[in-house]
């Protein structure tokens, strides 16, 4: 397939992002820029995910080949129209993964991609809809995997997600950090 002759210049540290990227059988090639996860507070979350990826997209200075794509990612999770950021204490992880239990949230995870001749910016959503789970199940969970680099405080390929989340509508692949099947889909646009 003519896709696969594309490198993807990932422009996270993810090693899910990498994982999703290399199961779909795609060349990648790490790379980084920074940019610091601020945004305009007139943003809906559906925006604050796009312009957060395009922020980091634009800020990769490196060259970009005929057959490379760049490809920056963020993950926001969502409750009650309030963005949850990531933890940055485990108590603050307890806290929040005890607002999530036996609700349903958003998550949402922006994408910029960019060839050396064109841009798309797009957004995927999911539905996660937590169980109820005890004060111990949260505190081991958070003690076990420290899920300090995570948006929402969770990630749902971990035991918590075995163990935890009872429904989910939408792209599951999204709530690890990449929407891969709109993702194949835009791809094959550029």
Request: glycine share 6%; hydrophobic share 35%.
């Amino acid at each position: 397939m003519e896709l696969f002759n594309k490198k993807i210049l990932l422009n996270s540290h993810s090693p899910r992002r990498k994982q999703i990227l290399e199961d779909m059988g795609f060349q990648i090639k790490v790379v980084s820029s920074n940019s610091e996860e601020s945004y305009p507070k007139n943003l809906s979350p559906e925006q604050v995910a796009m312009f957060l990826a395009r922020k980091k997209g634009e800020a990769y200075t490196g060259e970009i080949e005929n057959n490379e794509v760049l490809l920056s990612a963020d993950t926001i999770v969502v409750l009650d129209n309030t963005i949850l950021g990531k933890p940055n204490s485990e108590t603050d992880a307890i806290s929040i993964l005890k607002n999530l239990e036996n609700r349903e949230h958003r998550v949402i995870t922006g994408c910029y991609l960019k060839t050396n001749l064109l841009s798309d910016n797009f957004f995927e959503e999911t539905d996660v809809v937590f169980a109820p789970l005890t004060e111990e199940e949260i505190s081991y969970y958070v003690h076990k995997k420290q899920p300090l680099d995570k948006a929402g405080a969770y990630g749902i390929q971990e035991w918590i997600g075995m163990v935890g989340i009872k429904q989910i509508k939408g792209d599951y692949y999204n709530v690890m950090g990449l929407p891969a099947c709109k993702l194949w889909q835009r791809l094959k646009l550029l």
